[in-house]
T-cell receptor
């Protein structure tokens, strides 16, 4: 069983569309994250949720809206997609929000906006 | 400011060579954690090691070893007798304390791409 699973793995879509990436973890963790990896491989946090509560919201455009229906799921919805949104999006989870917990990543979702 | 620097953008070695990946970090905190992750060509991020700032013992796991030196703010990673399967991008990351807006966050370096040729 995959610990952190996200779907779809690959997504090609046109500018202006709205798309969602789903994420689920079966580790029983309280905290989940979305990270973005750009074309230069740089990884940066976008959001963090702890028990369905938003705790980190980096400077991400309002077009990105995370939703956590329960602590095992953290979905990412993106409105009005732009070319610059093309990237790899990683979902991740950790035991709780404490510093030093190992963060386990999903396999990534490759988003290409054309 | 919190920052992680991996000065080596790309390294190429021949199989069975030893290789060291450098990681230098900046933080004003006295308590923090350091991590290494591996991203193989298939793209997933694989956790390798976690180290807290109070534990400066070096760690060895098979062909992998890590050298943590607080005095130089470095957490270097050595692969002994490298293999083709070690080819990947390796990321060093810093986790600051749990306060402020950075709870549980990972601050990544830009990664080092390691190519091991047969």
């Amino acid at each position: 069983d995959t610990a952190v699973s996200q779907t779809p793995k690959y997504l090609v879509t046109q500018m202006g569309n709205d798309k969602s990436i789903k994420c689920e973890q079966n580790l029983g963790h309280d905290t989940m994250y979305w990270y973005k990896q750009d074309s230069k491989k740089f990884l940066k946090i976008m959001f963090s949720y702890n028990n369905k509560e938003l705790i980190i919201n980096e400077t991400v455009p309002n077009r990105f809206s995370p939703k956590s229906p329960d602590k095992a799921h953290l979905n990412l919805h993106i409105n009005s997609l732009e070319l610059g949104d093309s990237a790899v999006y990683f979902c991740a989870s950790s035991q709780d929000r404490s510093s030093g917990n190992t963060i386990y990543f999903g396999e990534g979702s490759w988003l290409t906006v054309v | 400011a919190q920052k992680v620097t991996q000065a080596q953008t790309e390294i190429s070695v021949v199989e069975k060579e030893d290789v060291t990946l450098d990681c230098v970090y900046e933080t004003r905190d006295t308590t923090y954690y350091l991590f290494w992750y591996k991203q193989p060509p298939s793209g997933e991020l694989v956790f390798l090691i976690r180290r807290n700032s109070f534990d400066e013992q070096n760690e060895i796991s098979g062909r992998y070893s890590w050298n943590f030196q607080k005095s130089t703010s470095s957490f270097n990673f050595t692969i002994t007798a490298s293999q083709v399967v070690d080819s990947a991008v390796y990321f060093c990351a810093l986790s600051p304390p749990t306060y402020g807006g950075s709870q549980g966050n990972l601050i990544f370096g830009k990664g080092t791409k390691l190519s091991v040729k047969p």
